[in-house]
């Protein structure tokens, strides 16, 4: 990093991917400002750096030994290895602590035999809630919500039709041949089928938001609660790569015929048929609270 780089980092002064230490932060606290960005987008820390942006520089021996070994060696669990660089601004030395997105979701700092996870928001870490921890086991693999159990629930409550066309052998398929009106769609009921079923198979179950379907007068939206899951990007669901977070779910569905296991909805259905009825591309949206696909209507004469 050059020194008008990191002039510039510290002139923005901090936010939800910059953090200032001074050089004589305890290795537990350094560790939570670590932990925190993990969980959350990543970012920077500048050792050297004080709260109110004055460079006060890194005057300890070998930084680098004493980050790896002691804070993330000692306090940081699952371990992983941050990027480490030095910098020179106004004669003194600053330790850029480059702090990827986790990719082993929920980290944790470790007191003893005590672990405590935190997440980053604005310019702050806090201690994550019950519910935000639920949904940082989710995102790194380690919590499937389909597979929890059902408290109060009995076999007596299952559908046994259903369940005994499920398990019978698939000997034949039927497939949809449309109807015998025709009838002029504002979206193809084939994508308005897919986003929902989508929606419901990829949705994050600990949340307790519903799945929405608003038509509006210029379009439609549906949106699915959680974010994308398991490292997934609007640019990955759009080329049709897998990364389902309800896998139990998403092959029952497949057996049912209502999806099938290749990924390649939006990019072979939704994304084509709109363009090929409406002349427009669906617009996506990915936050961390909502995945949502807007369906332009088109212009009726």
Not at 121 to 141: D, H, I, K, M
Not at 225 to 241: C, Y
Request: include cysteine; proline fraction near 5%.
């Amino acid at each position: 990093m050059t020194e008008s780089e990191l002039k510039q980092l510290i002139d923005a002064g901090e936010g939800a991917q910059v953090e200032f230490k001074r050089d004589g932060v305890r290795p537990e606290q350094l560790a939570k400002e670590i932990v925190a960005l993990a969980n959350m987008n990543g970012g920077r820390i500048l050792l050297g750096v004080e709260d109110d942006g004055a460079v006060s520089g890194v005057r300890r021996r070998n930084p680098q030994e004493w980050l790896m070994d002691t804070v993330v060696g000692r306090h940081v669990t699952p371990q992983f290895v941050p990027h480490y660089e030095e910098a020179s601004i106004a004669g003194a030395t600053v330790a850029v602590i480059t702090v990827p997105m986790g990719a082993a979701k929920p980290y944790a700092v470790r007191h003893g035999d005590r672990q405590d996870y935190y997440l980053r928001y604005g310019n702050v870490c806090r201690l994550a809630t019950r519910e935000q921890l639920l949904r940082l086991f989710e995102s790194g693999g380690l919590l499937a919500f389909e597979k929890l159990p059902i408290h109060g629930s009995t076999a007596d409550e299952l559908d046994q039709r259903r369940l005994d066309d499920y398990l019978q052998p698939h000997i034949s398929k039927e497939r949809l041949v449309g109807t015998t009106r025709r009838r002029l769609w504002d979206y193809p009921p084939e994508v308005i089928r897919e986003l929902v079923v989508n929606a419901l198979a990829h949705r994050d179950w600990t949340r307790r938001n519903d799945i929405r379907l608003i038509v509006f007068g210029d379009r439609m939206e549906v949106t699915s609660p959680g974010a994308l899951p398991n490292g997934m990007t609007i640019e990955k669901v759009r080329s049709g790569q897998q990364a389902p977070r309800n896998t139990n779910m998403v092959r029952i569905l497949r057996d049912y015929g209502m999806m099938d296991d290749r990924g390649m909805g939006i990019r072979r259905k939704v994304i084509p048929l709109m363009r090929e009825q409406n002349g427009s591309e669906p617009e996506f949206e990915a936050t961390e609270d909502h995945f949502k696909v807007t369906l332009a209507r088109p212009e009726r004469i």
